[in-house]
């Protein structure tokens, strides 16, 4: 099935929804920019950003499946992915809690919970899932997971992106923020996600002898219904502050529907604030 195979692949290389108070806003919409503008806004938030010699991250990613046949059977899932990253880029270092919680149908208190805790000192990689021990390789080995550094990943999708529209300003604590939101267009989309799907043979159908499997897939462009993406950038700083995904899909094998909505939310703060990371003693008296 697609969008289990695209899920299961999600969830194991992907992740801002925070549980700080927030704040009274207000929103004004009275100025317009050109499409020239706002590519030079987003370059620049980008840089700036990515100049930070410090940031902590708090991330969201929250998923919900429902597949139907015609025979009026119904499957839901849901998953969430919660996790905080810690970002020293003067010394190289970074310190990543995750958690993902299963829950077997909707509504329903979550039957499964894994904790990942990951140290990237340069290019060491410590990573301990659940009660297990730490375990050590490079990060070349784990790169492509989308918590390693949910900001660069994001910003890879940024890149791509060439039709932003503002969408106003918002006062949060007394700091103006611009608001910008895209709708990418497909082939944006799939390049982004390429790297995140599972690499084939894909699980089609289940028979008596277990799954089937197909060695293609049909492009994620084909099933995507809808795709948002919100950036809030502080007007005197040009740091990014918030970022935010949605998509919806939806597919038809055979005489089945399947059909995930997935929300991703990015807080980003703390900037060039001091950040202490050293590895548990565990490690270190390894």
Not at 233 to 253: C, E, G, P, S, W
Request: with cysteine.
């Amino acid at each position: 099935m697609l969008i289990i195979a695209v899920i299961t692949g999600a969830l194991s290389l992907i992740t801002g929804c925070n549980n700080h108070e927030m704040p009274a806003k207000s929103t004004t919409t009275e100025t317009t920019h050109s499409q020239q503008e706002l590519q030079t806004l987003v370059t620049n938030a980008m840089l700036t950003t990515g100049q930070a010699s410090s940031y902590k991250t708090e991330f969201v990613f929250d998923s919900n499946f429902t597949m139907s046949d015609s025979n009026s059977s119904k499957t839901q899932m849901r998953s969430t992915l919660t996790g905080k990253i810690e970002c020293d880029n003067s010394s190289d270092k970074s310190h990543i809690t995750v958690i993902m919680s299963m829950y077997p149908s909707l509504g329903e208190e979550s039957s499964h919970n894994t904790t990942a805790e990951i140290y990237i000192i340069s290019d060491t990689v410590y990573l301990k899932r659940d009660d297990s021990q730490w375990k050590q390789s490079s990060y070349s080995q784990i790169s492509d997971l989308f918590y390693t550094n949910a900001v660069e990943h994001l910003f890879d999708l940024l890149k791509l992106i060439k039709d932003f529209k503002f969408q106003g300003y918002e006062t949060i604590n007394g700091h103006d923020f611009y608001i910008l939101e895209s709708t990418p267009n497909p082939d944006s989309l799939s390049k982004w996600l390429d790297k995140y799907k599972p690499k084939p043979p894909y699980p089609v159908t289940t028979g008596p002898n277990g799954p089937n499997y197909t060695t293609t897939q049909k492009p994620l462009s084909e099933i995507f219904n809808d795709f948002t993406c919100t950036l809030y950038i502080q007007k005197t700083t040009m740091l990014i502050k918030d970022i935010a995904v949605k998509f919806a899909i939806k597919d038809n094998i055979s005489q089945t529907t399947e059909n995930l909505d997935v929300s991703m939310t990015i807080k980003i703060y703390d900037y060039n604030q001091p950040i202490e990371i050293n590895l548990p003693k565990e490690i270190s008296n390894t």
